[in-house]
């Protein structure tokens, strides 16, 4: 009988994801990356460290809660540090990590594409509503 060498043993032990699976923790990275708040917040700190304020003035319409909220959800998943900067008041920056950053390129895709689709998006509706 042959022995596994060291990097057979560890490919065999690779855990496999697949988001189409109903217990795979990538659903809820997806669910996470898909809310629009989340894509809004992780591209409008494309440009570098922001404040809770900077991010609420750039992403329209969010809730000083939802904000805070996705701040951090996306601390938790590691796409996001939070720096305090001890002063009078208390400053806080949040800043894309390294993780953050590789999500930029895709969340772009997908903001431009909406950008870009809208109006065929308006026009299907319509269509679909008048039926």
């Known amino acids: 009988m042959a022995t596994a060498t060291a990097a057979a043993r560890r490919a065999e032990q690779k855990v ?26 992780i591209t409008a700190m494309a440009d570098g460290p922001r404040r809770h304020g900077e991010i609420a003035r750039k992403v329209a319409g969010v809730s000083q809660k939802m904000l805070t909220q996705t701040l951090r959800v996306l601390e938790r998943d590691g796409l996001v540090t939070r720096t305090v900067t001890p002063s009078v008041p ?5 800043e894309l990590t390294e ?25 299907a509706r319509g269509t679909y509503d008048a039926a």
């Open 16 to 41: 496999v994801y697949n988001a189409f699976l109903a217990n795979c923790p990538t659903r809820q990275v997806l669910a996470t990356i898909a809310d629009k708040w989340a894509a809004l917040v």
């Open 90 to 94: 208390v400053r806080a920056d949040y």
């Open 99 to 123: 993780l953050g950053q590789s999500l930029l390129p895709v969340l772009r895709a997908l903001k431009d594409w909406s950008e870009t689709h809208i109006e065929e998006i308006i026009a």
